[in-house]
Nanobody, 125 residues
Framework: QVQLVESGGGLVQAGGSLRLSCAAS????????VGWFRQAPGKDREFVGS????????YYAHPVQGRFLISRDNARNTVYLQMSNLLSDDTAVYYCAASSSGAAPFLMASDIEYWGQGTQVTVSS
């Protein structure tokens, strides 16, 4: 099993930045593709981005490309989501997720074996 704990959410003004962290414990972290998903009120959970097991490749949803950056430190069992130039549409609960079998470029919620508890990000306009 893998336990995931997100941190770093909060309230930020439009145009600002936040960095989310996802700390993992349990099974060997480098055996898992890690993704970030988000869910806004009244909307379905959506894919934000993902990083391969080694951290060598990252993939992003179109709405966040060029503004969000995922990084991974397997030695620290941590994945980061650096969010810049935040928009009000980025307001959501952000979830870290792990999959041992999903493909990072096409990661879907149905691939996920482990979810974090989520962290709220609120962008004020």
């Amino acid at each position: 099993q893998v336990q995931l704990v997100e941190s770093g959410g909060g309230l930020v003004q439009a145009g600002g930045s936040l960095r989310l962290s996802c700390a993992a414990s349990g099974n060997t972290f480098s055996n898992y593709v890690v993704g970030w998903f988000r869910q806004a009120p009244g909307k379905d959970r959506e894919f934000v981005g993902s990083v391969t097991k080694s951290g060598g490749n990252r993939y992003y949803a179109h709405p966040v490309q060029g503004r969000f950056l995922i990084s991974r430190d397997n030695a620290r069992n941590t994945v980061y989501l650096q969010m810049s130039n935040l928009l009000s549409d980025d307001t959501a609960v952000y979830y870290c997720a792990a999959s041992s079998s999903g493909a990072a470029p096409f990661l879907m919620a149905s691939d996920i074996e482990y979810w974090g508890q989520g962290t709220q990000v609120t962008v004020s306009s």
